[in-house]
C-alpha cells in the first residue's frame, strides 16, 4: 500500500515538473523579432521593416504608431503561416511595413512588444539625398515664390512646378497652407520643357496668398508622393508594368510682413495692389442735364490683387450741394487667372441736379498703395464741368375752366335806349372748396403710400439682397461630361471660392477641393473621382480622361445639396 502511494505521488511530482518545463518551453518559444532591409538609407528613399511573431497567442497587432514620430508608413501587410520542422510545427504572423523617413539624422525604431514578447531597438542612419542633375531625373519638383517681403493684406504668387519625364500613376500631395495667411488656388498650367537632351512635362500649381497681419509667415516643406511608370498608358489613360515611388518635398520660405505704411491715408481704406483704375459710364453718350431730372452715372473700380470684396464703396467719395445721387445696389465681382486675383465693383447711381446755370461735377478719387512701386497712388475721375437747363414748367389748366358758370341777367340801360344787354357772371359756388378737400385728401394718401413703399417694400428688397445666391456646380458637371480635367479642375476651384466667400468661411478654415467635400461628408465614389482627377493632370495632355463618373458623382451630390436647402426653408420677412 505504502509502495502505491509513492508511486501516486512520484507521478504526481513528474507531471508538474513536465507541466512546468511545457510551459517554460512555450513562453520562451513566443518571440517577436524585427529586421530592417538596410541600416542606411538617404532622405527620399523608403526602408522595409519585416515584423515576426513566432508562436504567440495574441490575436491583435503591435502597435505601430510608435513608428510616426520619425516615418511615415507608406504600407502595411500582413500574412499568416505555419511551419513544420522536424515534427515541430511553428505558428509566424508577419507584418511588413514600408517606411519613410521625414528628417535626415539618426533614428531610432523603437522596441515594440506583443503579447510577453518585445523586440530589440534598431538605429537607421538617415543622410541627406545627394542633389541630382536635373537632366537625370525622373520627376523633381521646384518652389518659386514672387516676393520675400510684402505688406499685410498684399497678394504674392507662390508656384510649386512638378518636372516629370514617366507617366504619373498615383499623386499623394499634403494639402498647401500657410498659418496666418489666407490663399487660393489659381488655374493650373500644363506645359512641355527641355532640359538639357531630356523632355519633361511640366505641371505649374499657382497660390494667390495673403498675410493676415504683419510680422513673419514662415511656410512649411509639403510632401508630395508620387508613384511614376515607364510603360506607355493604354487608351485608357492607365500605365501597366512597374512603378517607382518618389518622395518628394516643397521648399519651406519665409515671408517678411510689412506694416501699413505711416504715409497712407490714416481715414481712407487699405487697398494694397498692382493695379487700381477708375472708369465711368453715362446712361446717354452726351448727356443733356436739367433740374429735378435724374441721369444716370456707372463707375466702376478694378483692381488687380484684390478680391472685390475688399473694394470701398464709390458713391461715399462723392458730396457735393449742387447735386443728389442716389445709388443703386452695388455689382461686385471677384476673379481669378494666372496673375492673381482680379476684382471689381461697379456702382450706378441716378445724379440729379438741384439748380440751374454752369454746375462742377466733384471729382471721384480713391487712394491705393502700388506694391510694385512700393508707393502711395490716387485713382481719379476728373472733375467736369456741366450745363445745367432750368427745369421747363408744365401748363396748368385754370380752375375757372372746370367752374360751373350762371347766368344772370341784368337790366342795363344803354345810352341810346336800345335793347338791354344780359351780362354773365361766373360764380364759384362750392366746387373750390371740394376741389380743394380732395387735393388735400390725395396729398396725405401719397404720403402715406410712399412711406409704406419706402418701410416694406425697401425692407424687403434689402433682405432679399441679403440672401446670398448658391454658386452652380454646373460648370464643372459641364467639363467633366466634356472630358476636360483642366477646365473640371478650375471649375471647382471657382465654385469653391463663391460657396465658401457665401458662408463667409473661406478665410477662417482654408482648404482644398477635396478636403472640402470630405469634410462635407460626401460619398467615397465622389472623393475618389476628384483623387483620379488630380491624377489626371499630371499626365501628358494627350492623354485621355473619362469625366462621365465624376460628372455623375458631382450632380448627385448637387441634388442632394437642394434637396437640403429645400428642406430648411428661410424665415418670413414679417412673421405674424
Request: hydrophobic share 45%; with cysteine.
Given at each position: 500500500?505504502?509502495?502505491?502511494?509513492?508511486?501516486?505521488?512520484?507521478?504526481?511530482?513528474?507531471?508538474?515538473?513536465?507541466?512546468?518545463?511545457?510551459?517554460?518551453?512555450?513562453?520562451?518559444?513566443e518571440r517577436l523579432s524585427v529586421q530592417a532591409d538596410r541600416s542606411t538609407i538617404a532622405e527620399n528613399e523608403t526602408l522595409t521593416l519585416t515584423v515576426k511573431y513566432q508562436n504567440g497567442r495574441s490575436k491583435s497587432a503591435p502597435d505601430f504608431s510608435r513608428l510616426k514620430d520619425n516615418f511615415d508608413i507608406l504600407g502595411n501587410n500582413q500574412s499568416s503561416q505555419y511551419i513544420n520542422t522536424?515534427?515541430?510545427v511553428t505558428s509566424v504572423v508577419q507584418w511588413t511595413l514600408t517606411l519613410a523617413p521625414k528628417q535626415a539624422g539618426k533614428i531610432l525604431?523603437?522596441?515594440?512588444?506583443?503579447?510577453?514578447a518585445q523586440s530589440q531597438p534598431i538605429n537607421i542612419s538617415v543622410h541627406k539625398a545627394k542633389a541630382l542633375p536635373k537632366g537625370s531625373q525622373v520627376v523633381f519638383l521646384e518652389t518659386h515664390v514672387s516676393t520675400d517681403q510684402a505688406y499685410v493684406q498684399e497678394e504674392f504668387i507662390v508656384v510649386l512646378k512638378l518636372f516629370f519625364r514617366e507617366n504619373i500613376v498615383d499623386f499623394d500631395a499634403e494639402p498647401f497652407t500657410i498659418k496666418g495667411a489666407s490663399f487660393e488656388e489659381l488655374p493650373r498650367a500644363q506645359y512641355q520643357k527641355n532640359i538639357g537632351h531630356a523632355t519633361y512635362n511640366v505641371l505649374e500649381m499657382r497660390f494667390a496668398v495673403t498675410a493676415n497681419a504683419s510680422g513673419t509667415l514662415d511656410a512649411p516643406s509639403f510632401l508630395w508622393n508620387l508613384r511614376s511608370s515607364s510603360a506607355p498608358a493604354n487608351r485608357f489613360g492607365m500605365s501597366s508594368g512597374r512603378t517607382t515611388l518618389h518622395r518628394l518635398r516643397t521648399d519651406p520660405f519665409t515671408i517678411t510682413v510689412k506694416p501699413r505704411p505711416d504715409s497712407y491715408p490714416a481715414s481712407k481704406p487699405w487697398l494694397p495692389a498692382k493695379m487700381l483704375t477708375l472708369s465711368e459710364k453715362w446712361s446717354e453718350q452726351a448727356p443733356q442735364f436739367t433740374v429735378g431730372e435724374p441721369v444716370t452715372r456707372t463707375i466702376t473700380l478694378t483692381a488687380r490683387g484684390l478680391t472685390g470684396e475688399q473694394l470701398p464703396p464709390i458713391a461715399d467719395a462723392i458730396n457735393s450741394d449742387d447735386f443728389k445721387f442716389y445709388p443703386d445696389q452695388p455689382k461686385i465681382t471677384s476673379d481669378t487667372d494666372d496673375q492673381g486675383k482680379l476684382g471689381a465693383r461697379s456702382e450706378s447711381m441716378a445724379v440729379?441736379?438741384?439748380r440751374a446755370g454752369t454746375l462742377?461735377?466733384?471729382?471721384?478719387?480713391?487712394?491705393?498703395?502700388?506694391?510694385?512701386?512700393d508707393s502711395l497712388q490716387v485713382a481719379t475721375l476728373p472733375a467736369k464741368t456741366i450745363t445745367v437747363k432750368a427745369a421747363?414748367?408744365?401748363?396748368?389748366?385754370?380752375?375757372s375752366a372746370v367752374l360751373p358758370t350762371t347766368e344772370i341777367p341784368t337790366m342795363a340801360q344803354t345810352a341810346d335806349n336800345t335793347q338791354p344787354q344780359v351780362i354773365y357772371q361766373t360764380s364759384a359756388g362750392y366746387w373750390p372748396w371740394l376741389c380743394a378737400a380732395l387735393?388735400?385728401?390725395n396729398i396725405v394718401q401719397a404720403l402715406v403710400w410712399i412711406l409704406w413703399f419706402k418701410k416694406r417694400p425697401h425692407a424687403e428688397q434689402q433682405a432679399a439682397n441679403n440672401i446670398p445666391s448658391q454658386p452652380s456646380l454646373t460648370p464643372a458637371i459641364t467639363a467633366a461630361n466634356n472630358n476636360d480635367a483642366k477646365g473640371c479642375h478650375h471649375a471647382l476651384n471657382q465654385w469653391l471660392y463663391r460657396h465658401t466667400q457665401t458662408a463667409g468661411t473661406y478665410n477662417a478654415q482654408p482648404c482644398n477641393v477635396q478636403q472640402y467635400f470630405a469634410k462635407t461628408n460626401a460619398d467615397s465614389a465622389l472623393l475618389s473621382e476628384l483623387k483620379q482627377l488630380d491624377g489626371a493632370l499630371f499626365k501628358p495632355a494627350n492623354s485621355p480622361w473619362v469625366g462621365k463618373a465624376l460628372a455623375n458623382a458631382l450632380t448627385q451630390y448637387s441634388?442632394?445639396?437642394?434637396t437640403n436647402t429645400k428642406e430648411q426653408p428661410l424665415a418670413a420677412l414679417y412673421p405674424a
Open positions: 500500500m505504502a509502495s502505491k502511494t509513492m508511486k501516486t505521488t512520484l507521478q504526481v511530482c513528474l507531471a508538474v515538473v513536465f507541466s512546468i518545463a511545457w510551459l517554460h518551453t512555450a513562453q520562451a518559444a522536424n515534427g515541430q525604431i523603437p522596441p515594440l512588444s506583443l503579447g510577453q440729379i441736379p438741384t462742377t461735377l466733384p471729382a471721384v478719387e480713391i487712394s491705393w498703395w502700388d506694391t510694385q512701386s421747363t414748367a408744365k401748363p396748368e389748366q385754370s380752375l387735393i388735400i385728401l441634388q442632394k445639396a437642394a
